[in-house]
């Protein structure tokens, strides 16, 4: 089922936009038939969970944090990290900036945007973005680069809802790849939609698709 699910979404998504596969909760195995019908980018929200796959599977598979981040354990995932998606704090840059400089590595981010109306979910204002982007501190920090955003929206069935926090972002987004450039900011990136919401979220102009149940089935928290 994984290959036929897998499958299914890639032809259902243009070329251009990246799926990420949330493999969270997944079992090694699971994560096998996925590589072996060629996927190799899997997302996962726990680090020691990530780390843990990471050393059991093939090394050309990219790694993203999708998850929130503590910032006492970036280290874990430093040397091997491909993209943190959910960065919504200054301070967890800097340290990510501290433990890439100790493996020689840039290690690509996500500035995490607020767009959901829910009081629960993580991430960044507009104004806070335009504080951490234009501050000589964020200048400074050369082992990270900023390559977009990631947004969740509500978690609801409301298509209007849904496309208005999608193309706010999208907005946000567009009108920031103009102003920045900078060694350590490109603007290429925009990380939004999950297994409900993906087709939607690429409408709006989303590049990278993260989705987990889509593909692996329902996952089972209790496990
Ligand atoms: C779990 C998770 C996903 C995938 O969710 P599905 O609904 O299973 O596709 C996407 N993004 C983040 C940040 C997640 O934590």
Redesign the pocket.
């Known amino acids: 089922m994984i290959k036929e699910n897998l499958l299914a979404i890639k032809k259902s998504i243009p070329e251009t936009v990246t799926l990420v596969a ?1 493999s ?1 909760t997944k079992p090694i195995e699971d994560l096998k038939e996925a590589y072996a019908a060629g996927q190799r980018i899997f997302g996962e ?1 726990k680090i020691q969970e990530m780390v843990d796959k990471y050393d059991a599977l093939p090394k050309d598979i990219q790694w993203h944090m ?2 929130h981040l503590q910032s006492n354990k970036v280290k874990y995932m430093a040397h091997f990290v491909d993209l943190i998606h959910g960065v919504d704090k200054f301070s967890t840059l800097k340290e990510i900036n501290k433990q890439a400089k100790k493996h020689n590595r840039v290690i690509n981010c996500l500035l995490q945007v607020k767009i959901a109306k829910e009081e629960t979910k993580f991430g960044l204002s507009f104004d806070e973005i335009e504080e951490i982007l234009s501050s000589e501190e964020f200048a400074t920090l050369e082992n990270i680069k900023i390559i977009g955003f990631m947004g ?1 929206a509500t978690f609801t069935d409301n298509q209007q809802q849904l496309k208005e926090e999608f193309s706010s972002l999208k907005s946000f987004f567009d009108i920031k790849k103009t102003q920045i450039s900078a060694i350590n900011c490109n603007l290429k990136t925009l990380s939004m939609g ?3 919401d993906y087709l939607l979220a690429i409408e709006n102009g989303s590049t990278m698709v ?5 593909i692996f089935g329902h996952r089972n928290y209790n496990a």
């Open positions: 949330v969270k929200n999708i998850g969740m999950m297994s409900g993260r989705v987990g149940s889509s």
